[in-house]
Nanobody, 125 residues
Framework: QVQLVESGGGLVQDGGSLRLSCVASGGTLRSTPMGWFRQAPGKEREFVAALDWTGTATNYAESVEGRFIISRDNAKNTVNLQMNSLKPEDTAVYYC??????????????????WGQGTQVTVSS
């Protein structure tokens, strides 16, 4: 099973940007659907963005549409989440996740089989 490690989180001011990365080991991310989720204190884990297994189709939660961009770098076996125009309500622990190869993309957390440990993103007002 692939292991995922997120990085790039931190503290940023309202309106700022961060780039999260998710590096995979023990397997390739090529041809796998990828998702980013987040969980704020006291709230359930929620869908943020997904990339289909071809790497060409993206899907976003309405709350981040137009501000976040998900992408995959096959050469580095990495999936990135570029986050722009950050807002205090984006504060959460962000997780990357993957499904089996060639599976359809999904916004449902329970559909994903491998998860990273998460990286904290804090946006100050």
């Amino acid at each position: 099973q692939v292991q995922l490690v997120e990085s790039g989180g931190g503290l940023v001011q309202d309106g700022g940007s961060l780039r999260l990365s998710c590096v995979a080991s023990g397997g390739t991310l090529r041809s796998t659907p990828m998702g980013w989720f987040r969980q704020a204190p006291g709230k359930e884990r929620e869908f943020v963005a997904a990339l289909d297994w071809t790497g060409t189709a993206t899907n976003y939660a309405e709350s981040v549409e137009g501000r976040f961009i998900i992408s995959r770098d096959n050469a580095k076996n990495t999936v990135n989440l570029q986050m722009n125009s950050l807002k205090p309500e984006d504060t959460a622990v962000y997780y990357c996740a993957t499904r089996r190869r060639f599976a359809p993309w999904s916004s449902v957390a329970s559909d994903y089989e491998s998860w990273g440990q998460g990286t904290q993103v804090t946006v100050s007002s």
